[in-house]
């Protein structure tokens, strides 16, 4: 491709809406243009890029035993209703209605969808295992779109489904496609790992998520250096057996303290002259619109999917300013679990055996100190409430658990029958038996993957492609395009290379150096060739790479053999 001919809009400064990496730069290298909030325009480059992730998605799909279809993006409301989805999902389900008034959604995903398919035209356990999948538009109605395409209202996926007669046979089907996930994330050049995750609305036994490591991940994961235990920080358990020690001094009855002011943990410990460990915070949720006490230790933060699936609750979320203070009696800062009336409490269970606590007093500028659990106050339930930090123990080993960041990428769950049974999907066994089909589902982000690789791999100056994504492999780079033997020389190479069926820009564009280098570094070309007179009337010419701006010349004989040795360069693991 000539630059001179490409619809490549790159930008110097980031739009201003932008809030990471990713969505600035590809703004800037002319990947995306934004449509409206959370749906955005692929351009040539980015569509390139797109093209490269599905073709690994799909390699790797087949090569694990699936089969590609394409199912409809306007769903009948009949079949999300058949599972209570309908009304589950809740406002993130994009719904409209036909001339006739009948109700369909835009397809966020599609369990519902696949199951009907397979209970309409599976009848025999000879007709499975099976998995099916697709690359296709889907909608979910963020409540706030952001990241750019990372976070977005219209996005693609790769979403498969698999069948299968029995347990094991799901098992299998699960360890193929965590395989394959493997494979796919390796061969688009990333650093990733497989966690441990909650499966969510989507339902089923287990699941894993794979994320892309980086420093500016929205996810939270932890790892063990020990056993290799990975979670998502909001899956992983705590050990009862490992809550601190009680520091603060022994007070023998309960005790109003004067705390003016002070609203946060933080601010009240350093002036009892205690621990943060000894305070338990009270926070007032609303679950499913009824109202509960949480609590939890000083230096810990509330799991919210923790206490969302220990109240079993389908709606959850912190109760505002005026609700706390009109049923504690206080302003947030204060609330505690004293006197609280009507309201059940539900502690993390380290607190269970804590008799020296201090707690908001339900009163503005006080605590209590010397609270003690089931003598001054009734816990509901006691649970694990407390999201993962670094430094606790692992849930398997022990040893101190590791925080790092990473971008959810792809997630596998072990559906089980959750849908099968719904929609009654079944099959006759060897036996003449009806059973259920026994399902799992796996998806992978197209353009969070992308999004997830430029986080990964960028500098000050732009994108850094991994080979196996980068739009182009080379880009041609005449110094001056007005030198005759310049572009002759560039024109050649352009030939050559492309011949060699390698993946090429030229910049023939007329201008200076500087931009033709600075849009180059941009939109992240793994090597650059560049054409100058000085090298080139020494019959040499430069190749720069684009990750570590390492330069060497070669001859004009040489410059194929090198640049198709770069291009094909194992991925650095």
């Known amino acids: 491709m000539r630059l001179t001919q490409a619809f490549f809009p790159t930008l110097k400064e980031a739009p201003t809406e932008a809030e990471v990496v990713s969505h600035s730069l590809m703004v800037r290298a002319g990947l995306i243009r934004r449509l409206a909030a959370g749906v955005y325009i692929m351009l040539p480059l980015g569509l390139r890029v797109q093209k490269k992730v599905e073709a690994i998605v799909r390699e790797e799909m087949d090569r694990a035993g699936g089969q590609e279809v394409l199912l409809p993006v306007l769903l009948p409301a009949e079949l999300w209703r058949e599972t209570g989805r309908w009304e589950e999902y809740g406002k993130e389900l994009m719904r409209l209605q036909d001339r006739h008034e009948r109700d369909f959604c835009l397809g966020p995903t599609h369990e519902e969808v696949i199951t009907d398919l397979i209970r309409r035209e ?7 295992p099976l998995t099916l999948y697709q690359i296709q538009t889907k909608f979910r109605d963020e409540i706030r779109p952001r990241f750019g395409v990372m976070r977005g209202r219209e996005f693609t996926m790769k979403d498969a489904y698999s069948f299968d007669r029995d347990d094991k046979g799901a ?8 395989d394959a996930y493997t494979r796919i994330f390796t061969r688009c050049g990333l650093q990733f790992s497989s966690v441990e995750a909650d499966p969510g609305i989507i339902g089923g036994s287990f699941s894993h998520e794979f994320m892309v490591l980086a420093d500016t991940g929205e996810e939270a994961i932890v790892g063990c250096g020990g056993c290799h235990y990975a979670a998502n920080v909001e899956k992983t358990p705590f050990s009862t057996g490992a809550s601190a020690e009680e520091t603060g001094p022994k007070v023998a009855e309960l005790e109003k303290v004067f705390t003016p002011n002070l609203k946060t943990a933080e601010e009240v410990a350093a002036y009892l002259k205690s621990d943060l460990h000894d ?3 009270t926070l007032i949720y609303q679950a499913d619109g009824n109202l509960w006490a949480v609590m939890i230790p000083g230096d810990c933060q509330v799991n919210q999917l923790k206490l969302k699936n220990s109240l079993g609750a389908a709606d959850l979320s912190m109760a505002d300013p005026e609700t706390t203070e009109r049923v504690t009696g206080a ?17 993390d269970h380290t607190l269970s055996d804590r008799e020296n606590l201090i707690v908001g007093a339900n009163e503005a500028d006080h605590h209590y100190r010397g ?11 006691y649970t694990d409430l407390r999201l993962a930090r670094t430094g606790d123990p692992c849930p398997r080993c022990g040893k101190p658990l590791a925080l790092r960041r990473g971008i959810e990428v792809g997630h ?14 079944t099959f006759l066994d060897a036996q003449g038996q009806e059973r259920l089909s026994i399902m799992g589902c796996y998806g992978i982000g197209i353009g969070r993957t992308i999004a997830a690789a430029i986080e990964q791999n960028h500098d000050e100056r732009g994108i850094i492609w991994p080979m196996p994504l980068a739009p182009y492999q080379v880009v041609i780079i005449p110094v001056n395009t007005e030198e005759p033997s310049v572009m002759k020389t560039a024109e050649d190479l352009y030939a050559r290379l492309q011949g060699e069926g390698l993946e090429t820009l030229l910049d023939d564009r007329d201008e200076r150096a500087g931009v033709k280098f600075k849009d180059a570094e941009l939109i992240g070309i793994p090597l650059q060739v560049i054409v100058g007179v000085r090298n080139l009337k020494a019959g040499k010419i430069e190749i720069k790479r684009r990750r570590d701006g390492a330069t060497s010349l070669a001859s004009l004989e040489e410059v194929l053999t090198a640049v198709l040795q770069i291009v094909k360069e194992p991925l650095p693991s």
């Open 279 to 281: 305070l338990a915070k």
């Open 412 to 425: 596998i769950f072990k559906l089980g029958t959750k849908y099968s049974q719904t929609l009654g999907a």
């Open 171 to 178: 098992e299998e089907s699960y360890h193929r496609m965590y």
């Open 122 to 128: 599976i009848r025999s356990y000879r007709s499975l």
């Open 331 to 347: 302003p947030v800062g204060f609330a505690g679990p004293i006197g609280l009336k009507d309201i059940p409490i539900v502690a």
């Open 371 to 381: 609270a003690k659990p089931g003598r001054d106050f009734e816990v509901r339930e």
